[in-house]
């Protein structure tokens, strides 16, 4: 019997190896993905906002995250404030970097985890810059293995 081309055994394992990641793929669809969905819809956000503000009193969002209905933990990345809402508050950098998170204009970026079975309390201290009523969101990322997914918050502040 006569071995086969070198070229036709080269084709033929990265066939195998396509095959073998489709597989794979594919049952990570079907067994880790729903879980994982599952997981980040039953983590509980809250967000507190402050009263109206005076033009340069300080003041805080507290976000209230709350993973005990989970056994798996979950990572809070990244938290977005729309712009129509920065435009009359300044975050505190110091502050939020003292909390180990990083302020990069209207994204701060925490990198947290939160034990299954836990919860935790995120302060954003901000400081009124202008006076004004604005609505806007508060956007927020969490991770878990293999998927990563936003919540919205309403948010309103009001500055006199």
Do not use: C
């Amino acid at each position: 019997m006569r071995l086969p081309h070198p070229k036709i055994v080269v084709v033929g394992l990265l066939s195998a190896g396509f095959v073998a990641l489709a597989v794979y793929f594919a049952a990570m669809n079907v067994v880790a993905l729903p879980r994982a969905e599952a997981t980040l819809d039953r983590t509980a956000v809250s967000l507190e906002g402050p009263p109206a503000l005076a033009v340069g009193e300080r003041g805080a969002l507290v976000l209230h995250v709350d993973n005990r209905a989970n056994s798996d933990a979950v990572r809070f990345r990244d938290a977005l404030v729309s712009p129509s809402v920065t435009a009359l508050v300044r975050f505190d950098d110091q502050a939020i970097g003292a909390q180990g998170a990083m302020l990069e204009g209207d994204r701060i970026t925490w990198n947290r985890e939160i034990p299954g079975g836990g919860a935790a309390e995120l302060r954003l201290p901000f400081q009124a810059h202008k006076a004004g009523r604005r609505d806007g969101a508060l956007l927020l990322l969490f991770q878990v293995p293999r998927m990563t997914k936003g919540k919205s918050l309403p948010l309103t502040i009001e500055v006199r």
